[in-house]
């Protein structure tokens, strides 16, 4: 990509993530490394450290509580952010709160600003709209759906993981919406050969010569992940393997039960992936786009309420993962998954990073994509 590199005075960019869960700090990394690949210096900072106080741990401790211990909860205030504009200008206010320290991290030389998290993108956009910022603001669109917050006024670009997403994104009146695919790992890739497949499992424990069916649900291992791996193992398909982050009670609780093996947190997904044949998952994040770019088909089931069920809509509608509603319907779409040849995701045109770094470097845009006729 010799051709993209920035000049010495416009090499900086600055990307603002979240350390909610995993994927929007997983997004913001993969796009770090391609930018520093393609000769940029990139500034990552975590939002919540920029929020006052302590408001940004007891937000994330909050969410998680919720997620944990009364999930049909964060659904119904997904909905209510979603359909009551007074409930979105407060949050749009908690992000208006990190402004002033957002505004702190501008380094000489920074050519744009990036964020991976709604609520940065409404400290950012809120920014660049009252003058206070003057380089481009791009927001990466983590999720497959796209809720209001995702879409603020004064963001110059919004990228999108397909057209789906895409044409909610402008349906929400975004501006400068682009597909631009996933920002997922080279790591994440189909096994080249049985062997590495079979020295994959090893690694990790896991049985020879019967189907594996990957069950995740974020690094916090939350919704009705144990009811999951019930209902795999009941179908006869295949065994069900459980990632269960660092929630060492569902842990515990699996190996209890005896229908999977239990996993903690795992360092090397990208080789758990390689060593089993089918992903289940619950919530369409980040963890279902690494799944589809390492080859192997994904089935969304027991989602979460709220982004959760929104993100399985999308994935379903896009034809990337089959959303099961019922027991029968999960056995159904195992068999059907475990039939066909594994093949990679095929990511649309356009490379995030790159847009990112044309937009940095004052190249213009290629033209978005005709979204509605292709999402229809």
């Known amino acids: 990509m010799d051709h993209r590199r920035p000049t010495q005075t416009c090499r900086r960019i600055t990307i603002v993530s979240a350390s909610v869960g995993a994927g929007h700090d997983g997004a913001a990394q993969e796009l770090a490394r391609r930018l520093r690949d393609d000769g940029f210096e990139v500034d990552t900072h975590d939002f919540l450290e920029l929020l006052p106080g302590m408001l940004g741990r007891v937000l994330c401790r909050a969410y998680a509580l919720q997620l944990q211990v009364a999930p049909d909860t964060w659904g119904l205030l997904f909905t209510a952010l979603d359909r009551f504009r007074p409930l979105v200008a407060v949050a749009r206010g908690v992000g208006r709160l990190a402004a002033r320290r957002i505004s702190a991290t501008l380094q000489p ?53 397909h057209p789906v997403a895409a044409t909610q994104a402008e349906d929400l009146g975004a501006l400068g919406v682009r597909v631009a695919g996933p920002a997922v790992p080279p790591d994440f890739r189909p096994a080249a050969s049985a062997h590495e497949r079979r020295v994959s499992g ?23 992940v144990g009811g999951t791996a019930r209902d795999i193992a009941a179908s006869g398909l295949a065994t069900p393997v459980v990632v269960c982050g660092r929630n060492t009670a569902l842990r515990d609780a699996v190996t209890r039960a005896g229908t999977g093996i239990a996993l903690g947190w795992v360092d090397d997904m990208p080789a758990l992936m390689r060593a089993c044949d089918v992903v289940i998952q619950n919530a369409g994040g980040l963890s279902s786009l690494e799944a589809l770019a ?17 993100n399985a809509a999308a994935l379903d509608r896009a034809g990337w993962a089959p959303w099961a509603h019922k027991p029968e319907e999960l056995t159904a779409l195992l068999a059907a998954s475990l039939s066909r040849t594994p093949i990679a995701l095929s990511a649309p045109p356009g490379d995030p990073a790159a847009l990112i770094a044309d937009l940095a470097a004052g190249r213009p845009l290629t033209p978005g994509l005709a979204l509605v006729a292709e999402a229809s």
Not at 302 to 308: D, E, F, I, M, Y
């Open 109 to 161: 030389g920074t050519a744009a600003m990036v964020s991976t998290y709604p609520l940065a993108s409404q400290a950012l956009g809120g920014l660049r709209r009252r003058g206070l910022l003057d380089v481009p603001v791009v927001t990466y669109l983590t999720d497959m759906s796209v809720h209001p917050l995702w879409v603020a006024e004064g963001v110059d670009v919004h990228l999108a993981l």
């Open 202 to 224: 090893l690694r990790f424990g896991l049985p020879c010569g019967r189907p594996l069916a990957l069950v995740v649900a974020g690094s916090w291992g939350v919704g009705d």
């Open 294 to 310: 390492a080859g192997l088909p994904v089935i969304s089931y027991r989602c979460l309420s709220g982004h959760g069920s929104t």
